[in-house]
């Protein structure tokens, strides 16, 4: 419900003011944003092996070869995933600022940083999780179904998070 | 689990027709609406707009494909762990339906903790921005003692 409000922002200030749009679009990287999107997607796939680990109860790899890991591993993969995409998004926002497409400057930077804002604070709250999740599979002597539940919890989470963002994807940087 | 798929089959049945008659009876009534026109009560050249109702037909007609979602999903899953629920036996009575609740902390001080070191960040971004370190620090502190409440001392595993 939340982010369909800001995708209404979008869409209402893009109806008002196109030319607004016109003048700030071409300024976005869509390569980079493309890559960017490709690692958070990935992210949800490493995340759901993780699940697929938790769900066999189990925590921690027997070997090196990614079909031995354990969940902690595939989360550990997630998690750097993740945060490479919000730095990613940091390095964006660095250059867009530089372009002079600011939170302030007009009502489409605005709606830009508004909802792609958002979703990086819901991305780096899904970083927090995972990484408590990963202090829990340590915590315990035997990886049980409580701390495989909490780990289908954060996959769903995380799953959400990056469908929310193939969609501001496509809108923001696809049909723009 | 099958008479919640059925149910919810039922249910995607209801929305259908619902839909049918609703778009008819908008297409009725708009069409009524034409006639008051033809006889001069409407205002000459004023758009008669479509003679369907699109938000109400849209909406009822998803809700008829949603229903479907579930049912469809209810049977698939009944098809593959099978499993006989209390609604699907005539005897049963109303609390064998009871969910499983998981499990639930008898008391705790965490969330407390939590709320206030949430309420002092944000009080410290609207009011002074010293007050949000405090904020963040009790908020850290007060959300990893909650997630570890059961995972460390007596209740270590």
Known sequence: MFFAGLFAIYFTLRSTSPELWAAETPKLNVPYALTNTIILVAS??????????????????????????????????????????????????????????????????????????????????????????????????????KEATSTIVVSYYWHFVDVVWIGLFLVIYVLK | MNTNAKLFWILCGF?????????????????????????????????????????????????????????????????????????????????????EQGFFSPWSWWPVMLAAGGALLFMGIAIGIWLAFIGVAVTAISLVGWVYEYYRGNFAR
């Open chain 1, 44 to 145: 949800s796939f490493t995340a759901q092996f993780g699940v697929f680990a938790a769900e066999r109860l189990q925590a921690k790899r027997t070997g090196w070869n990614p079909v031995k890991w354990g969940m902690v591993e595939w989360f550990f993969a997630s998690y750097a995933l993740g945060a490479i995409f919000v730095t990613g998004q940091v390095f964006e926002y660095a250059n867009l600022v530089s372009e002079n497409v600011s939170l302030a400057s007009n009502s489409y930077g605005s709606a830009f940083y508004l909802t792609t804002g958002f979703h990086a604070l819901h991305v780096t709250g899904g970083l927090i999780a995972m990484l408590l999740i990963i202090g829990r599979a340590y915590s315990v002597k035997n990886f049980g179904h």
């Open chain 2, 15 to 99: 929305f259908v027709l619902a839909d049918i008659a609703y778009t008819v009876w908008s297409i009725v009534v708009h069409n009524a609406g034409y006639l008051t026109q033809l006889a001069g009560v409407q205002a000459p050249g004023t758009d008669p707009g479509s003679p369907v109702e699109w938000a109400g037909t849209l909406a009822i007609g998803l809700s008829a494909i949603m229903s479907a979602f579930i049912a469809f999903y209810l049977g698939r899953s009944h098809r593959s762990v099978g499993g006989e629920l209390p609604e699907d036996r005539l005897d049963a009575n109303i609390d064998d339906g009871d969910a």
